[in-house]
Nanobody, 126 residues
Framework: QSQLVESGGGLVQPGGSLRLSCVASRFTLNYYATAWFRQAPGKEREGVSC????????YYTDSVKGRFTIARDNAKDTVYLQMNSLKLEDTAVYYC???????????????????WGQGTQVTVSS
């Protein structure tokens, strides 16, 4: 059973926006570094963005810089990924991941994260 739950995916036209949400079911997400990964059909899963728990530092992969924003709402214990100016190549299943010890400072690797969600589909299509 996944301990993270994603929501907010859907179908959007190129240039549109979506906001993904991630919540934890059995722990306080505020205390965990939280990341978004995505996996497009036929491709490996890649790290998209990460936010640290200690100081809120963030990391973005180059392909989403300036378009995506990761943020926490501590009161709601939720991490969001605001996705603007969506492109066809952003189509993928997006996964939320969390780790108690990680500091987000660069490339992300799946094995660094202990907790995962089941994913939410984002489809960008005209």
């Amino acid at each position: 059973q996944s301990q993270l739950v994603e929501s907010g995916g859907g179908l959007v036209q190129p240039g549109g926006s979506l906001r993904l949400s991630c919540v934890a079911s059995r722990f306080t997400l505020n205390y965990y570094a939280t990341a978004w990964f995505r996996q497009a059909p036929g491709k490996e899963r890649e790290g998209v963005s990460c936010i640290s728990s200690s100081d809120g530092s963030t990391y973005y992969t180059d392909s989403v810089k300036g378009r995506f924003t990761i943020a926490r709402d501590n009161a709601k214990d939720t991490v969001y990924l605001q996705m603007n100016s969506l492109k066809l190549e952003d189509t993928a299943v997006y996964y939320c991941a969390a780790d108690r010890e990680l500091y987000c400072s660069g490339n992300m690797f799946e094995e660094e994260f202990d907790y995962w969600g089941q994913g939410t589909q984002v489809t960008v299509s005209s």
